[in-house]
Structure formats: structure tokens, C-alpha cells
């Protein structure tokens, strides 16, 4: 585990990572590292995450109350806080609003089809969170049920939270997630969409418990009816490895939540 002011550097550089790749605008998205069981480091508010120094970020405890920093803390703190409380495997959180999956996610169309193999063994499927309002518990209330299965989350007519055992790999599971959502919107253009088939599904479960051992806590993406169009609500999958082992609950994906 990298120590706190490893932790402060790796948060400048992937805030600087996320403004220069678009994927904030102006003082939007937040960053924070569990630097250990009672405390969190976190991008302060109102600041811009291209722009930030080391010394700029707040610590806080588990119930966001500011342990040290002269900033003062985000509103979106309660976001990070629940991700921590649920996934004890997690030590790193993105958040923001990389302009493809941020459109899907106002669009109300979840990335939930298996259509690159990749983005099945890096995250599975990133489900649509219903919409709710900023720094309050509306939007809490709708990530909770969604936090446990996924490891990347669209919200409603607001942006995309990632997470992982890193913020380093946090960060990815973000770009993974963008970079997923532009090659949806082609396939979308091109007006055919080819999803993997049951098959071809069943081989990627095994080859992401291969990569990632049990870390993973994303389930399969829906459907998988293996020709275009398919059956976009497909049905919860049922957990197949070790890897799977946090999919028990059939919770659905959100998709298409209006
Ligand atoms: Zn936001």
C-alpha cells in the first residue's frame, strides 16, 4: 500500500490524468485513496483536478468529518465514504464526467451489452444507477444497491464512478468505461450490434478469474443472445468463479432506468 504522501502525488497525477483526457470540465469529479481503516484522502471542492497540489487535499474519516487539509471537503465525499464502507477490497475511487458514457448515461441506456471481450474481463457490465441529486442521499440511496456487484457505475444524468484496489486502477476501470461507451456509440451509428454469444461468454469468465483472481466483483453483462439486437434486458447471470463470488444477489442491472 502506497503511504500518504505516495497517495497525495498518485491523486495530483490522476486529477491531472482526468483533466487533460476530458474527462471533467471546470471544477467537476473527485479522486480519494483509503489511506487506511478510519481515514480517506479526497480532492477538496471547488477545485479544479488539472490544477491541484499535493498539499490541496482534505483527509477525512469514515463519516467525512475533516481530519486535516485547508480546502474543505467535497459534497460528493458521501459517494466515496459508501463505496469504502461496502468494498473493503477498495483503496481507490474516480469519479467524473467523460463525455460519451456521461451521454449514455443521460440517455438512460446502460453499457451492459457484451460486445468487446476486453471490457468483459476488465469489468463485466456497468450498469445505470438511477438519477439523483448530488452531495445528497438520493444519490447514495441509488448507487448502494449497485456498489457490491459492480466495479464501475453510469449515473443517471450525471457522470461515471470507477473503482478498484488502486487508484491507479481505478483510473483505468474509468478510461475502460469511456473508451467502452465510444465503441457502443459506433456500433450504434453502424446500426448492427454482434454480442458475444453464451459461448464465447462462458470462456471470458474463466479468462477474467485467470487475470484477476477474486478481485473482480462485476458480473457478466446481460444478454449475450449472440446476434444483433439480441435481448437487451437478458437475465442476471449466475455466478460461474471465484471471481463471482460477490453476484449472488440477482440484483438487475439497471438498464434503461427511466
Ligand atoms: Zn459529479
Given at each position: 500500500?502506497?503511504?500518504?504522501?505516495?497517495?497525495?502525488?498518485?491523486?495530483?497525477?490522476?486529477?491531472?490524468?482526468?483533466?487533460?483526457?476530458?474527462?471533467?470540465?471546470?471544477?467537476?469529479?473527485?479522486?480519494?485513496?483509503?489511506?487506511?481503516?478510519?481515514?480517506?484522502?479526497?480532492?477538496?471542492?471547488?477545485?479544479?483536478?488539472?490544477?491541484?497540489?499535493?498539499?490541496?487535499?482534505?483527509?477525512?474519516?469514515?463519516?467525512?468529518?475533516?481530519?486535516?487539509?485547508?480546502?474543505?471537503?467535497?459534497?460528493?465525499?458521501?459517494?466515496?465514504?459508501?463505496?469504502?464502507?461496502?468494498?473493503?477490497?477498495?483503496?481507490?475511487?474516480?469519479?467524473?464526467?467523460?463525455?460519451?458514457?456521461?451521454?449514455?448515461?443521460?440517455?438512460?441506456?446502460?453499457?451492459?451489452k457484451p460486445l468487446?471481450?476486453?471490457?468483459?474481463?476488465?469489468?463485466?457490465?456497468?450498469?445505470?444507477?438511477?438519477?439523483?441529486?448530488?452531495?445528497?442521499?438520493?444519490?447514495?440511496?441509488?448507487?448502494?444497491?449497485?456498489?457490491?456487484?459492480?466495479?464501475?457505475?453510469?449515473?443517471?444524468?450525471?457522470?461515471?464512478?470507477?473503482?478498484?484496489?488502486?487508484?491507479?486502477?481505478?483510473?483505468?476501470?474509468?478510461?475502460?468505461?469511456?473508451?467502452?461507451?465510444?465503441?457502443a456509440?459506433v456500433t450504434h451509428l453502424l446500426g448492427s450490434q454482434q454480442q458475444l454469444s453464451?459461448?464465447e461468454?462462458?470462456?471470458?469468465?474463466?479468462?477474467?478469474?485467470?487475470?484477476?483472481?477474486?478481485?473482480?466483483?462485476?458480473?457478466?453483462?446481460?444478454g449475450g443472445a449472440g446476434g444483433c439486437g439480441g435481448n437487451h434486458?437478458g437475465?442476471?447471470?449466475?455466478?460461474?468463479?471465484?471471481?463471482?463470488?460477490?453476484?449472488?444477489?440477482?440484483?438487475?442491472?439497471?438498464?434503461?432506468?427511466?
Amino acid at each position: 500500500m502506497p503511504n500518504e504522501s505516495q497517495s497525495r502525488r498518485e491523486i495530483v497525477y490522476y486529477g491531472k490524468q482526468l483533466h487533460d483526457c476530458g474527462y471533467v470540465a471546470a471544477m467537476d469529479g473527485n479522486l480519494s485513496v483509503r489511506l487506511d481503516r478510519k481515514r480517506i484522502l479526497a480532492t477538496p471542492t471547488a477545485m479544479g483536478k488539472g490544477m491541484m497540489r499535493p498539499s490541496d487535499l482534505v483527509i477525512v474519516d469514515m463519516e467525512g468529518r475533516r481530519l486535516a487539509g485547508r480546502r474543505n471537503v467535497s459534497s460528493e465525499i458521501a459517494m466515496h465514504l459508501l463505496i469504502y464502507k461496502l468494498r473493503p477490497d477498495v483503496h481507490g475511487i474516480v469519479h467524473g464526467h467523460p463525455p460519451t458514457s456521461t451521454g449514455f448515461a443521460a440517455a438512460g441506456i446502460a453499457l451492459n451489452k457484451p460486445l468487446v471481450c476486453e471490457v468483459v474481463i476488465g469489468l463485466g457490465s456497468i450498469p445505470l444507477a438511477k438519477y439523483g441529486t448530488p452531495g445528497t442521499p438520493e444519490l447514495t440511496d441509488a448507487l448502494a444497491p449497485l456498489i457490491p456487484q459492480y466495479d464501475a457505475i453510469l449515473m443517471s444524468n450525471h457522470g461515471v464512478v470507477a473503482y478498484a484496489d488502486s487508484l491507479q486502477h481505478a483510473y483505468m476501470k474509468m478510461e475502460t468505461v469511456e473508451h467502452f461507451a465510444k465503441i457502443a456509440l459506433v456500433t450504434h451509428l453502424l446500426g448492427s450490434q454482434q454480442q458475444l454469444s453464451e459461448q464465447e461468454l462462458e470462456k471470458l469468465i474463466a479468462a477474467r478469474s485467470k487475470y484477476q483472481g477474486p478481485k473482480s466483483a462485476a458480473p457478466m453483462p446481460l444478454g449475450g443472445a449472440g446476434g444483433c439486437g439480441g435481448n437487451h434486458h437478458g437475465h442476471p447471470h449466475s455466478p460461474q468463479s471465484e471471481s463471482d463470488m460477490e453476484t449472488t444477489k440477482p440484483i438487475r442491472a439497471a438498464s434503461r432506468n427511466r
